[in-house]
Protein backbone atom coordinates (compact mmCIF):
# COMPACT_ATOMS: atom_id res chain seq x y z
CA UNK A 1 0.00 0.00 0.00
CA UNK A 2 1.24 3.21 -0.95
CA UNK A 3 -0.08 6.88 -0.02
CA UNK A 4 -0.55 10.19 -2.34
CA UNK A 5 -1.82 12.82 -3.27
CA UNK A 6 -5.37 12.21 -5.15
CA UNK A 7 -5.87 13.35 -8.82
CA UNK A 8 -8.80 13.97 -10.74
CA UNK A 9 -9.13 10.58 -12.14
CA UNK A 10 -9.01 8.86 -8.87
CA UNK A 11 -12.49 10.03 -7.92
CA UNK A 12 -14.29 6.48 -8.91
CA UNK A 13 -11.96 4.54 -6.70
CA UNK A 14 -12.75 7.55 -3.95
CA UNK A 15 -16.56 7.10 -4.82
CA UNK A 16 -16.28 3.08 -4.24
CA UNK A 17 -14.76 4.22 -1.11
CA UNK A 18 -17.36 6.82 0.52
CA UNK A 19 -20.45 4.79 -1.03
CA UNK A 20 -20.83 2.46 1.26
CA UNK A 21 -19.72 4.23 4.25
CA UNK A 22 -22.43 7.43 3.92
CA UNK A 23 -25.29 5.31 2.66
CA UNK A 24 -24.68 3.56 5.87
CA UNK A 25 -25.30 6.58 7.96
CA UNK A 26 -23.00 5.29 11.11
CA UNK A 27 -20.21 7.17 11.07
CA UNK A 28 -20.73 10.81 8.79
CA UNK A 29 -22.89 13.58 9.78
CA UNK A 30 -23.09 13.92 5.65
CA UNK A 31 -26.73 13.64 4.78
CA UNK A 32 -27.01 9.46 3.80
CA UNK A 33 -29.14 10.84 0.71
CA UNK A 34 -26.31 13.07 -0.41
CA UNK A 35 -25.59 12.62 -4.38
CA UNK A 36 -21.98 11.64 -6.07
CA UNK A 37 -21.82 15.47 -7.40
CA UNK A 38 -22.11 16.82 -3.81
CA UNK A 39 -19.64 14.62 -2.32
CA UNK A 40 -17.28 15.14 -4.61
CA UNK A 41 -17.31 18.77 -4.39
CA UNK A 42 -16.97 18.88 -0.66
CA UNK A 43 -14.24 16.02 -0.59
CA UNK A 44 -12.17 16.18 -3.54
CA UNK A 45 -9.64 19.13 -3.12
CA UNK A 46 -7.70 19.19 -6.18
CA UNK A 47 -6.65 23.12 -5.67
CA UNK A 48 -6.87 25.54 -2.74
CA UNK A 49 -5.55 25.27 0.68
CA UNK A 50 -7.18 21.69 1.03
CA UNK A 51 -5.58 18.29 -0.03
CA UNK A 52 -7.22 14.87 -0.79
CA UNK A 53 -5.07 11.78 -0.58
CA UNK A 54 -5.71 7.87 -1.60
CA UNK A 55 -4.24 4.69 -0.31
CA UNK A 56 -3.44 2.33 -3.30
CA UNK A 57 -2.92 -1.67 -2.86
CA UNK A 58 -0.56 -3.35 -4.66
CA UNK A 59 -3.02 -3.66 -7.62
CA UNK A 60 -3.76 -0.16 -8.02
CA UNK A 61 -6.81 0.22 -6.19
CA UNK A 62 -7.88 2.94 -4.25
CA UNK A 63 -8.83 1.47 -0.57
CA UNK A 64 -8.56 4.43 2.00
CA UNK A 65 -8.84 8.21 1.25
CA UNK A 66 -8.67 11.48 3.29
CA UNK A 67 -8.85 14.80 2.88
CA UNK A 68 -6.96 17.43 4.92
CA UNK A 69 -8.47 21.57 4.83
CA UNK A 70 -8.41 24.31 7.43
CA UNK A 71 -11.15 23.96 9.81
CA UNK A 72 -11.49 28.18 10.27
CA UNK A 73 -10.59 30.76 8.21
CA UNK A 74 -8.63 34.10 8.67
CA UNK A 75 -6.71 34.19 11.80
CA UNK A 76 -7.56 30.68 12.86
CA UNK A 77 -6.64 29.13 9.55
CA UNK A 78 -3.79 27.67 11.11
CA UNK A 79 -6.03 25.10 12.71
CA UNK A 80 -6.93 21.96 10.33
CA UNK A 81 -9.64 19.35 9.94
CA UNK A 82 -9.97 16.29 7.96
CA UNK A 83 -11.65 13.55 7.02
CA UNK A 84 -11.16 9.23 6.84
CA UNK A 85 -12.53 6.91 5.31
CA UNK A 86 -11.35 3.21 4.38
CA UNK A 87 -13.41 0.80 2.08
CA UNK A 88 -15.85 -1.66 4.58
CA UNK A 89 -13.66 -4.72 2.86
CA UNK A 90 -10.31 -3.28 3.93
CA UNK A 91 -10.79 -2.63 7.39
CA UNK A 92 -8.85 -3.92 10.30
CA UNK A 93 -5.35 -4.18 7.88
CA UNK A 94 -3.62 -0.26 9.38
CA UNK A 95 -4.91 1.48 6.06
CA UNK A 96 -6.56 4.06 8.71
CA UNK A 97 -3.65 4.64 10.52
CA UNK A 98 -1.18 5.04 7.83
CA UNK A 99 -3.62 7.43 6.52
CA UNK A 100 -3.68 9.45 9.69
CA UNK A 101 0.42 9.06 9.97
CA UNK A 102 0.35 10.77 5.99
CA UNK A 103 -1.78 13.36 7.07
CA UNK A 104 -0.63 14.71 10.28
CA UNK A 105 3.10 14.69 8.60
CA UNK A 106 1.40 17.12 5.94
CA UNK A 107 -0.51 19.26 8.14
CA UNK A 108 2.87 19.82 9.77
CA UNK A 109 4.73 19.98 6.68
CA UNK A 110 1.67 22.79 5.59
CA UNK A 111 2.00 24.89 9.03
CA UNK A 112 -0.97 23.68 10.63
CA UNK A 113 -0.62 24.33 14.44
CA UNK A 114 -3.28 22.12 15.52
CA UNK A 115 -6.11 20.00 14.19
CA UNK A 116 -9.47 19.33 15.55
CA UNK A 117 -12.50 16.83 14.37
CA UNK A 118 -15.84 18.77 15.19
CA UNK A 119 -18.09 15.37 14.97
CA UNK A 120 -16.79 11.99 15.76
CA UNK A 121 -19.62 9.76 16.25
CA UNK A 122 -18.99 8.44 19.51
CA UNK A 123 -20.57 5.05 18.79
CA UNK A 124 -17.25 4.82 16.44
CA UNK A 125 -15.34 3.13 19.18
CA UNK A 126 -12.81 2.18 16.24
CA UNK A 127 -12.02 5.41 15.10
CA UNK A 128 -12.25 6.78 18.93
CA UNK A 129 -9.25 4.57 19.63
CA UNK A 130 -7.04 5.20 16.46
CA UNK A 131 -7.57 9.11 17.26
CA UNK A 132 -6.77 8.53 20.54
CA UNK A 133 -3.77 6.55 20.26
CA UNK A 134 -2.39 9.05 17.79
CA UNK A 135 -2.44 11.85 20.78
CA UNK A 136 -5.85 13.30 20.14
CA UNK A 137 -7.99 14.19 23.40
CA UNK A 138 -11.81 14.83 23.42
CA UNK A 139 -12.63 18.13 24.05
CA UNK A 140 -16.09 17.67 24.61
CA UNK A 141 -19.21 15.11 23.69
CA UNK A 142 -22.30 16.59 22.31
CA UNK A 143 -24.97 14.15 24.13
CA UNK A 144 -27.79 12.71 21.54
CA UNK A 145 -26.19 14.97 18.94
CA UNK A 146 -26.26 12.34 15.96
CA UNK A 147 -29.12 9.50 15.04
CA UNK A 148 -27.21 6.47 14.44
CA UNK A 149 -29.73 4.02 12.31
CA UNK A 150 -29.03 1.16 14.85
CA UNK A 151 -27.73 2.60 18.13
CA UNK A 152 -30.61 5.30 18.13
CA UNK A 153 -29.24 8.77 19.97
CA UNK A 154 -24.98 9.01 20.76
CA UNK A 155 -23.11 11.53 21.43
CA UNK A 156 -20.47 13.69 18.93
CA UNK A 157 -17.33 14.18 19.98
CA UNK A 158 -15.10 17.40 19.43
CA UNK A 159 -11.38 16.23 19.58
CA UNK A 160 -8.33 17.91 19.23
CA UNK A 161 -4.57 17.42 18.90
CA UNK A 162 -1.76 20.08 18.96
CA UNK A 163 0.90 19.61 16.03
CA UNK A 164 4.24 21.09 17.33
Keep these: ?11 PGIWSVMEPIIRAGETYTLDPDSSE ?3 RAKWLHL ?3 GRTFVAIDDGGAVTGTAELHPNYGGAAARVANAGFMVHPDHGGKGIARALADHVLEQARAGGY ?3 VFNAVVASNVRAVRLWQSLGFEILATIPDAFDHPADGLVGLHVMHRKLD
Design 1 to 11: MYIRDATADDW
Design 37 to 39: ESL
Design 47 to 49: SGP
Design 113 to 115: RAM
